[in-house]
Nanobody, 124 residues
Framework: QVQLVESGGGLVQAGGSLRVSCAAS????????MGWFRQCPGKEREFVAA????????YYADSVKGRFTISRDNAKNTVSLQMNSLKPEDTAIYYC?????????????????WGQGTQVTVSS
């Protein structure tokens, strides 16, 4: 069982940067691939980024590639998403999630554990 708590959301102007983080409980954090997803009102939850258990393998949605960076610190049980060059279309609730596999996935169905989400709003 893993419990996840996101933090760091907020309001930022277009072109700005924001970092959201996720703190995980439990002693087996390093056994999970981790992911970030986001959801806008009226839309389905979409994949943003994922990172493998060891932090070596990462992958991103095309819409954020080159602007967002996912990282993790297994000693601190945290995973973060650094978001640069933010656009109004990045506005959403951002969720972190722990995957069944070591490597994470682009598919939300592979993630049994989810945080409560943190709001990110990018103004134009």
């Amino acid at each position: 069982q893993v419990q996840l708590v996101e933090s760091g959301g907020g309001l930022v102007q277009a072109g700005g940067s924001l970092r959201v983080s996720c703190a995980a409980s439990g002693r087996t954090f390093s056994s999970y691939g981790m992911g970030w997803f986001r959801q806008c009102p009226g839309k389905e939850r979409e994949f943003v980024a994922a990172i493998a258990w060891n932090g070596v393998t990462t992958y991103y949605a095309d819409s954020v590639k080159g602007r967002f960076t996912i990282s993790r610190d297994n000693a601190k049980n945290t995973v973060s998403l650094q978001m640069n060059s933010l656009k109004p279309e990045d506005t959403a609730i951002y969720y972190c999630a722990a995957a069944r596999s070591l490597y994470g996935s682009r598919w939300s169905g592979e993630y049994p554990y989810w945080g409560q989400g943190t709001q990110v709003t990018v103004s134009s």
